[in-house]
Each structure stands twice: as C-alpha cells, then as structure tokens.
C-alpha cells in the first residue's frame, strides 16, 4: 500500500473509533443523568421532608407551654423571665430558618406567625405586671392564658400543618 492510502485508512480508523467512544461516553453520560435525576429527586424529598421534621421541633420548641416549662423562672424577675423567653424564641426561630427553603410559603408564613403571636403574648402580659413581679408571676398568668385561650394552642394548629404537608410528599 503506498501511504496516501494508508493514511486514509489510518484516518478512517481514528474516526470510527472516536465515534465508538463519543458513542460510550453518550451513552454512560445519558445513564449517569438518569441517575442522577433519581438521586436528586430522592435527595431532595429526603431533605424537604428533615426540614418539615425540624421545623414541627421548633414549632415545639417555642409553644408557649413547652417554653415556659423549659426555661427556669427561678430567682429572676418577671423582666428577666420576659427577656429569656423572648431570646429562646428568636434563638430557636433563627437556627431554623433555612428550612424556610424545603417547605411551602404557607407552612413558613404560619410558623413566623406562631412566633410572632408567642412574641407578643409574652411581651404584652410582662408589660402588665408591676415591676416588683417575679419570673413566677410571668409563669403563671401566662399559664393561666393558655389554659382559657384557645390562640395560645396555635403551636398544635401550625404542627398539623406542617405534618400534612409532610405527609403530602410521601
């Protein structure tokens, strides 16, 4: 052969196995996609649903009943339970809200107005009581609210919200 034909069929050969392997790569591309749209979508549910999960634990976390049971009263006044009250809620609230991401604007809207209406449960009873009143005293009318008020049970409202939309995605 002289090598004017040989380098055309060195030619065609370079391309025909460029080809199979443009061919190899297209294919293990197009799978490696599939995969990863599969990983993705399972990632994300897995995801959105932890979010969902921590965001009903916060919801716990700053209900009226469970914070005022959580955080002691003992030896501080009333202004001081007021402040520690009003820093765990923004404290909890503010580690959170990322998850605001995960989760739909209805279920984030209801949990910033659970903390909010908490906010300003707590701000409005403290500004009631006389300045000589205890943690105790806070505690208590507090309490007292809840048990007769059915706002301070919005924590239960806001949890069911956040559980059904969970539930939605499974």
């Known amino acids: 052969m002289d090598t004017e034909n040989l380098l055309l069929v060195l030619i065609i ?3 025909v196995a460029v080809g199979a392997i443009y061919l190899m790569f297209a294919k293990n591309s ?5 995969t990863l749209s599969a990983f993705d979508s399972k990632g994300s549910l897995q995801i959105q649903l932890q979010a969902y999960e921590r965001l009903i634990l916060l919801t716990e976390r700053i209900a009226l009943p469970n914070l005022v049971s959580r955080i002691g009263h003992h030896g501080t006044s009333a202004r001081e339970f007021q402040q520690m009250l009003v ?3 923004k404290e909890e609230f503010n580690y959170n ?4 991401i995960y989760v739909s604007a209805d279920a984030w809207t209801a949990l ?3 903390k909010e209406q908490n906010l300003l449960i707590i701000n409005q009873f403290a500004n009631v009581l006389p300045p ?3 943690g105790l005293d806070l505690s208590k009318i507090l309490l007292e ?3 007769t008020d059915k706002k301070g ?3 239960e409202i806001v949890a069911e919200v956040l559980s059904y939309e969970a539930k939605k995605l499974m």
């Open 153 to 155: 049970s919005l924590h």
């Open 112 to 114: 910033k107005n659970l």
């Open 97 to 100: 809200i990322t998850q605001q």
């Open 30 to 34: 197009k799978d490696n996609k599939n």
């Open 87 to 89: 820093q765990n809620i």
């Open 145 to 147: 609210y809840l048990m």
């Open 132 to 134: 000589p009143a205890t």
């Open 13 to 15: 050969v370079v391309f």
